[in-house]
């Protein structure tokens, strides 16, 4: 039975005889450091979470509150992540629909139907991609609650909890100062444009992952999405 607070893609994948609709979401696509997250999220009609909205625009009190919530009422809930060497290796854009793809697949009971923010997965499961999909869609608004709490504490260990990896005024001196880690993306250029040692040229493509030229996307790549 649909819940008032589904939204409309939810209930239309409903309709259309779907049960498992997971909402699909990641975090850190333009940090400088560290892994991307992606979560993947079967809300239970019957028991809502209500103030599901963009984690982007919730206070961390409040994001720690909904995602305990959606944990403990969801139909089923997964995290997953890949990491800096990944990430370098493939792509952010590559990297971050692997993750939301291992997330996916951690799911129990499986998904019949996938709603995306803006992207879609190597998976043979019926999915709509949804631009601001976190603003539009209560289950990728759960998704990327989780995924962004996860990874805030995942950075907070590594003791970056005033920036968490984005390139921020603190971060950029940081890098001036002491260079970058091995956890640091190197494919992204404020990292590479701060490394006092020359990079290890044994990266697969490396040519076309290390290259500052327009890629596919129109992008400079390692530039943040």
Known sequence: MASRCQSKYEREAQAQGYRWVAGVDEVGRGALFGPVFAAAVILSPERPVRGLRDSKLLPAERREELAGKIRQRAVAWAVAAIDAFEIDRVNILQASRLAMRHAIEKLAPAPDYLLIDAVQVDLPIVQRSL????????????????????????????????????????????????????????SFWPVRANCPHALWTGYPRQGELFSDAPDEQGMAAGACP
């Not at 539009?136 to 907070?156: F, T």
């Open 131 to 186: 631009i601001h999909g976190d603003s539009l869609s209560q289950c990728i608004a759960a998704a990327s609650i989780l995924a962004k709490v996860e990874r805030d504490a995942c950075l907070c260990e590594y003791g970056l909890k005033s920036h968490k990896g984005y390139s921020t005024p603190e971060h950029w001196k940081a890098l001036e100062a002491y260079g970058p880690t091995a956890l640091h993306r190197f």
